[in-house]
């Protein structure tokens, strides 16, 4: 039996689950909004097991990222056209920066 992705990257599921649903846009305009106030909310360790989990997702689900994508998060809010692969990149870039970004306020 597979198991679900909300179970296997529990903590991928909560960054798109309560960050990058639809609503998304409560944190700021953009997706980088929502991905900074999860880095603001957030102890740096979940910050650290989220960027895991993705690239546990890219090397588990390489074959079928996009249908898995949408099994773990069916409304996410990304740009439209956007595959999982450049998508899920692009949160793991985010999540460096605005894991920078903090730690550098954070030592001001």
Do not use: C
């Not at 899920?88 to 605005?98: K, R, T």
């Amino acid at each position: 039996m597979e198991k679900s992705p909300l179970t296997e990257f529990p903590d991928l599921a909560h960054l798109l689950g309560a960050y990058l649903n639809q609503d998304y846009d409560i944190y700021g305009p953009s997706i980088g909004d929502a991905v900074g106030a999860f880095v603001n909310d957030d102890p740096p360790e979940y910050v650290a097991a989220t960027r895991n989990d993705i690239q546990r997702f890219l090397s588990m689900n390489a074959s079928r990222l996009d249908e898995t994508l949408d099994r773990l998060d069916p409304g996410r809010a990304h740009p439209p056209g956007m595959p999982a692969l450049d998508y899920l990149l692009w949160l793991d870039q985010l999540l460096a920066e605005a894991s920078s970004a903090k730690s550098v306020r954070a030592a001001e």
